[in-house]
């Protein structure tokens, strides 16, 4: 089974990535991809640069990743280009590492996408295992990890789909508000479920 694993930004995906790799399910994380697929010498890189322009590079030719954060989190419209540029790359490599990990036998395959439900990508999996926060909590971890403003947080968190929304559209929810132990022991259900299920 292929297990799409999303959540909104922050609200405890690869925590829960982590809990299911510990019980043997193999990840395919996005975001990892996401940064395979702009490594320097790809096609996917050059057309950032063709659109963003040089000054979107570090000196060392790998991509300034913050300042591409910063553009296109202020600007739906170049974040739209970007995705352009980079979700059919990550799409293809998602593919590609599925198939590989049925060859080899696994039954439960996540495939960690924090965009799955934005970018439509639900055709991808089996099932959706949304991670969930309220919002005012999703905020505060945000800003705790990642040491953004208000003002980053929140247009970090409004240029994805609402957690509510992904939660009314998810096959299984993860309630991560409380302790990691009380998340681990849903992980556990959750699995224990589908095992009797397969
Ligand atoms: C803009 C970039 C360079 C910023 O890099 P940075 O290292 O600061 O952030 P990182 O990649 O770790 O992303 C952190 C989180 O931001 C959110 N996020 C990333 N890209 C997007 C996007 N295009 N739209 C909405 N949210 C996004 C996700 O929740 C992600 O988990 C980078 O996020 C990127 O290349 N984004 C486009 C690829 C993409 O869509 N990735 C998401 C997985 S499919
Ligand atoms: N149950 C919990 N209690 C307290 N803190 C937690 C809990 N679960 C996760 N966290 C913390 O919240 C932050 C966000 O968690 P995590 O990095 O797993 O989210 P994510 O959804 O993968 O984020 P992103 O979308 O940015 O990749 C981290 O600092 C993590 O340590």
Redesign the pocket.
């Known amino acids: 089974m292929r297990l799409g694993l999303t ?10 990535a982590e809990m299911l790799k510990q019980r043997g399910c193999p990840i395919i994380d996005a ?1 990892v991809i996401a940064r395979e697929v702009v490594m320097p010498g790809t096609g996917t890189l050059q057309k950032i640069k063709e659109h963003f322009g040089d000054e979107i590079l570090q000196e060392d030719g790998t991509l300034n990743r913050e300042k591409l954060g910063s553009i296109v989190f202020e600007n739906p419209e170049e974040r739209t280009h970007l995705n352009e540029i980079i979700h059919p790359a990550i799409r293809g490599e998602m593919k590609r590492q599925a198939e590989a990990a049925e060859s080899q036998g696994a039954e439960i395959i996540v495939l960690d996408i ?1 965009l799955l439900m934005e970018s439509k990508l639900e055709y991808l999996v089996d099932k959706v295992l949304v ?1 969930y926060l309220p919002e005012e909590l999703q905020k505060k ?2 800003i ?2 990642n040491g953004y403003s208000e003002k980053e947080a929140v247009q970090r968190i409004s240029s994805q789909m609402s957690i509510e929304e992904k939660r009314q559209k998810a096959d299984e929810i993860i309630d ?1 508000s ?3 132990e ?2 681990e022991k849903q992980v556990k259900q959750l699995i224990e479920k589908w095992e009797a299920s397969s």
């Open positions: 959540g909104s930004i922050a609200t405890g995906k690869s925590t829960v975001d924090p991670v971890r945000l705790e990890r991560n409380g302790s990691i009380a998340t």
